[in-house]
């Protein structure tokens, strides 16, 4: 297995992405601890991966750096904390508040995790960072900051990459579209994407027959959460050890990179 002995520590663990995520590097032979703000959950993913589970916020840097101290060795580290945030309100019709709230969450979550991963990477010689955006980074989303909160993401892991580099660090973005899978996990998305829905007039139903992500994919196939979790897999393992400071693009070909 590609990632047998590796120790990985995926935050935000229980939600529909994070789960998948912790399946598929426990699949490839890493141990996994996961974290997350209720404990309930974690601990029956913990159980079915063979790892351990915690309560961590993954905004506080103190508690992500006692919990990181705790598990020793860390290999790979995933952030996979997920923001709920409006949709459907035209960018002239939002408060301050709502086109901030995303941007502050995501990037203040990703910043507390992988800088403090850095750190203790950096010590020890090396090691994956693996954040997420999504394809809102790179189109115009007329309702919300939350691609600014993406956009942000892709930044920031392009800059901390160019700084961990030499101490053998790599920093990976990964970049999904909208998985419809995770409507069904019972995550904040269901949630979010029905307001979205009923904005325009519709029902999440009706907006899910007419695809959730960018318009014009390459690809019949919807992306999966399987598929997200065998490509962060990928990324974590020393196939892809010559890849830093990158976003991987999994928009099935509706956003090609140029």
Not at 117 to 138: E, F, N, P, Y
Not at 182 to 200: D, E, N, P, T
Not at 209 to 216: F, H, I, K, R, S
Request: proline residues 4%; glycine residues 12%; hydrophobic residues 50%.
């Amino acid at each position: 297995m590609e990632l047998n002995g590796s120790v990985a520590v995926v935050h935000g663990a229980a939600g529909a992405l994070g789960s998948a995520i912790v399946r598929a590097l426990a699949r490839d032979g890493a141990t996994v601890h996961v974290t997350g703000r209720t404990l309930a959950p974690l601990e029956v993913l913990a159980a079915e991966v063979g790892g351990t589970a915690a309560q961590v916020d993954a905004t506080d840097p103190g508690a992500v750096d006692a919990h990181l101290a705790d598990v020793g060795r860390v290999d790979i580290a995933v952030n996979a904390v997920g923001a709920d945030h409006v949709q459907g309100v035209p960018l002239r019709d939002l408060a301050v508040d709502d086109y901030l709230r995303p941007i502050v969450a995501v990037a203040t979550t990703q910043f507390v995790t992988a800088t403090t991963a850095a750190r203790h990477m950096a010590a020890a010689g090396g090691g994956v960072i693996v954040v997420l955006s999504t394809t809102a980074a790179r189109v115009g989303l007329p309702s919300d900051g939350f691609g600014p909160a993406c956009a942000a993401v892709e930044a920031f892991a392009r800059q901390l990459a160019s700084e961990v580099g030499p101490s053998g660090v790599r920093v990976v973005c990964v970049r999904p579209d909208a998985i419809p899978g995770s409507v069904a996990h019972g995550s904040h998305a269901a949630a979010m994407w029905s307001r979205a829905a009923q904005a325009r007039g519709s029902t999440l139903e009706e907006a899910m027959a007419g695809g959730l992500g960018v318009p014009g994919a390459l690809l019949a196939e919807e992306l999966s959460l399987g598929a997200l979790g065998d490509v962060v897999a990928f990324l974590a393992s020393d196939r892809a050890r010559a890849m830093t400071a990158t976003v991987t693009n999994l928009s099935r070909g509706a956003l090609p990179d140029l």
